[in-house]
């Protein structure tokens, strides 16, 4: 059982605008890969330089194009966990709530969440490195997606260009409709859950800042310390997948 506060979901219950921002943290009870979690975390296994920036993709498409394949079979045979379910059903109790994702998965939208905010692409919608028309990838799920296996990326429809991974790569601008939503929202929510993110990776980390600096009451919902600690109105300690069904619960009751 986290030790939720009772002062903490007062201040949930009289919020009239509720930010979130997810990190891998948030799908790691569905089986997904975090980045950084010693042994396990992607950037523990593979380079960034050699798979997430756009000289990568240039120098070996297929490996890149490979690995991020591999990637989107694994989110498409995971399911969305208690934790996407209890966001969503918070989504619906609160009077406002913008749900804003560092994930490229879709479970949140499985989980039923609408709208989702997010702020580093997805995996699902690979588009024209040279035109940006989107590409449609075929849907069936191999029995067990092969992380080694190097893979030509397909060829636009229109103008013949690489079709590449719907990710943003470091180096790269964040989408700009996508950002501008979130930043207005840490401006004028009242309160900002922050899961299962390390709050380490920019810009989408000064999210949290703008939204302390404005007054909203900041709490993290992590197993581990982040650094955060100390600039929070309160830390819920344990697996997102475990804490915010609870949050939820208690929260019912107030209403
Ligand atoms: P990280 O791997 O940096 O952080 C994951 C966080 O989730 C850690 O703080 C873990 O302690 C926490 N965590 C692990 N299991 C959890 C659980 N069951 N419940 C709650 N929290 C849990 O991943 P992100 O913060 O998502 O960017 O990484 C941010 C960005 O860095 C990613 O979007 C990606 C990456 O490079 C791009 O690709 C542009």
Redesign the pocket.
């Known amino acids: 059982m986290a030790d939720i506060p009772d002062t903490l979901l007062e201040s949930l219950r009289a919020a009239r605008h509720v930010m979130v921002l997810?990190?891998?943290?948030?799908s790691?009870?569905s089986g997904l890969a975090?980045?950084?979690?010693p042994q396990t975390?992607?950037?523990e296994r593979f380079r960034?330089e050699d798979l997430?920036t756009p000289s990568a993709f240039q120098r070996d498409p297929a490996l890149v194009w490979g690995w991020y394949e591999w990637r989107r079979m694994q989110v498409m045979r995971a399911a969305p966990n208690p934790?996407h379910e209890a966001l969503s059903a918070l989504q619906k109790l609160m009077p406002r709530m913008t749900l804003v994702t560092?994930?490229?998965d879709d479970l949140h939208e499985r989980a039923g969440s609408d709208p989702v905010i997010h702020?580093?692409?997805t995996l699902l919608q690979p588009y024209c490195g040279r035109c940006r028309e989107s590409y449609a990838l075929p849907r069936e799920i191999p029995e067990e997606p092969d992380g080694g296996r190097l893979l030509e990326p397909p060829s636009c429809h229109r103008c013949a260009g690489s079709i590449r991974p719907g990710?943003?790569?470091?180096g790269?601008a964040l989408p700009q409709r996508d950002w501008d939503l979130a930043v207005r929202a840490a401006a004028a929510c009242d309160a900002f859950l922050c899961?299962?993110?390390?709050?380490?990776?920019q810009p989408?980390a000064s999210l949290i800042e703008m939204a302390i600096k404005a007054g909203a009451v900041a709490v993290q919902?992590?197993?581990?310390p982040?650094g955060l600690e100390g600039r929070l109105f309160c830390e819920l300690q344990?697996?997102?997948?475990?804490?915010l069904p609870e949050l939820l619960e208690r929260l019912r009751r107030l209403y």
């Open positions: 997810t990190g891998t943290g948030v790691a009870e975090t980045f950084r979690t975390g992607l950037w960034p997430a934790a560092q994930n490229v702020l580093h692409g990710v943003v790569w470091f790269e899961v299962g993110t390390s709050s380490v990776v989408a919902i992590n197993p581990n982040t344990g697996p997102a997948g475990v804490v």
